[in-house]
């Protein structure tokens, strides 16, 4: 990254941080996120920014759209050479204790297309409203990142046979400014993290990682909600038992068991951890609001993707549901990458109306119409994404 966008970053990081004087945002102000002026700014008390459906055009998502979810305060100094990373936990034959350095020189170096979301996306849409980052369309993104493949740094440590869960630890401070409380400390089942498109990586898009996107260190997991991908990462535990760190339990992160009636109070007992995202997709092409020409057809294009597995059709509709087109779906680059499909409508009428994308997985499950299960901290909205075309 620039010297300039790191010392703006360092800036930012302190007023956030609120231990310097200097311009203050205030509600309804316009904040931009250094390096990411497009993105639409939820909260700079953390940092947390979305991008439009249309900016997440390109097959691999830029940098300066890139969302940014923050749940604490981001290192305010990072020193690249010196900066190590742990495994430990009672689940490894070995600690080891590695710089960045020995992780580009021990591993095998991989660039590999991977997709993440916050597991939140989409919050806005729930009705009765939940607290939390009222997230619309853009916390997800597929970009390239570059490091070594999370399951070779295992290995090298020895993964023992009684490996439940890896638990990840992040050099980003907590909001209370208590500085031994992590901010989040989450992560994934054993095999996840051994699978392909798990990784740790130290570049995104042929650069350093962004400072709010885990610069120097991260984790990439695929496809599971953005919450397992540990920024600014110190540290990884291989447990024995689920792994219990910040954000592991009571609401955050899981959903409810069974269904619920929207609104309803959940003992913390009755809500599981998500696991993989469900079925979703993004139509990037048309921006929303266009004006159309009705003797043209109109090309409509975008993304799909669905948690671990692949996405096997996607189908878009403009009378609102009641007749679906199948349109062009490609394989994604790699595993844990998403899939662009694209196809070309025709309007035989003018007016308003509206596209509407719905992908199916390769186990015939398809994206809900409208919004599905109610849950307390309104995770997992998948629902279709439409966008409205005024045909003249
Ligand atoms: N250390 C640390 N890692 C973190 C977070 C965080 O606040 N601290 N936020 C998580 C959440 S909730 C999401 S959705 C992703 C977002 O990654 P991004 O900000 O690079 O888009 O990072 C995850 N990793
Ligand atoms: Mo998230």
């Not at 998403?338 to 199916?360: D, L, M």
Request: charge should be positive; hydrophobic fraction near 40%.
């Amino acid at each position: 990254m620039s010297e300039l966008t790191r010392r703006e970053f360092v800036r930012q990081a302190l007023l956030v941080a609120g231990f310097a004087a200097g311009p203050q945002s205030t509600y309804g102000a316009t904040v931009t996120l250094p390096g990411k002026p497009k993105l639409r700014v939820l909260n700079d008390r953390p940092w947390n920014a979305e991008a439009l459906p249309h900016q997440l055009d390109p097959e691999v998502t830029p940098t300066e759209v890139f969302f940014v979810r923050n749940n604490g305060i981001p290192p305010l100094r990072v020193n690249v050479n010196d900066w190590r990373l742990r495994i430990d936990g009672e689940s490894v034959q070995r600690e080891i204790d590695l710089s960045i350095r020995d992780l580009k020189r021990r591993y095998d170096q991989v660039s590999l297309q991977l997709l993440i979301e916050c597991g939140g996306n989409g919050r806005a849409e729930f009705n009765p409203p939940v607290p939390g980052n009222q997230w619309t369309l853009g916390a997800v993104g597929c970009p390239m990142f570059h490091g070594v493949r999370l399951r070779d740094v295992l290995e090298d440590a020895g993964v023992k046979q009684d490996a439940v869960y890896i638990g990840f630890r992040g050099a980003d401070t907590h909001l209370s400014g208590v500085s031994d409380l992590l901010p989040i400390s989450r992560g994934v089942p054993i095999a996840k993290a051994l699978a392909d498109d798990a990784m740790i990586a130290w570049g995104m898009n042929g650069n350093d990682l962004h400072p709010m996107n885990g610069h120097p260190l991260r984790l990439v997991i695929a496809g599971w909600p953005g919450s397992v991908s540990g920024k600014w990462l110190t540290g990884i535990s291989v447990r024995n038992q689920v792994h219990d760190g910040p954000k592991m339990g009571g609401k955050s992160y899981r959903v409810p068991r069974q269904p619920i009636a929207p609104g309803t109070t959940v003992a913390d007992d009755d809500m599981k951890i998500i696991e993989a995202m469900p079925v979703k997709s993004l139509i990037t092409y048309p921006e929303t609001g266009l004006r159309h020409r009705k003797e043209n057809e109109l090309q409509v294009r975008g993304h799909a993707w669905a948690g671990d597995r692949l996405v096997k059709r996607v189908q878009l509709s403009i009378d609102f549901g009641q007749r679906w087109q199948d349109v062009t779906l490609e394989a994604p680059r790699n595993s844990g990458a998403w899939q662009r499909f694209s196809g070309t409508v025709n309007f035989a009428q003018s007016g308003y109306h509206e596209v509407w994308a719905k992908a199916i997985d390769e186990k015939g499950v398809g994206q809900p119409m409208v919004l599905p299960g109610w849950n307390p901290k309104g995770y997992l909205n998948n629902a279709c994404h439409r966008i409205a075309t005024h045909v003249v």
